[in-house]
């Protein structure tokens, strides 16, 4: 995600791909951590059609120092087991 400060917002973007053959319908799983109470995604939840990728908006603005990894679930429809999505980086003071 890139080096975020304190207190600022830090915006990033993944891309969820769909490489099945019909529609996957997909929610982010409400994270049970504080850290990750500090993350917005946009869209939190929706269909991808096969092979067209959904671009997932990133907003993330903490008071913690420090380097940091905090791991988001979300669950697909048909998948026994939900997709995870590691979010690593260090966040600095504000300059």
């Known amino acids: 995600m890139g080096e975020g400060f304190t207190g600022a ?3 990033s973007e993944v ?4 490489k099945g053959l019909i529609c996957a319908v997909f929610s ?13 995604f946009l869209p939190s939840e929706g269909e991808i059609l096969p092979d ?3 671009v997932i908006q990133i907003s993330f603005s903490s008071t913690i ?3 940091f990894t ?9 998948s026994p087991e939900p997709m995870t999505l590691t979010i690593r980086s260090p966040c600095a003071p504000t300059r």
Not at 15 to 18: A, D, F, G, M, R
């Open 15 to 18: 891309v969820l791909c769909n």
């Open 65 to 67: 120092l420090g380097r």
């Open 28 to 40: 982010l799983v409400p994270p049970a951590t504080a850290l990750g109470s500090c993350f917005t």
């Open 9 to 11: 917002a830090h915006n």
């Open 70 to 78: 905090e791991e988001f679930k979300f669950s697909v429809n048909g």
């Open 52 to 54: 067209n990728p959904q």
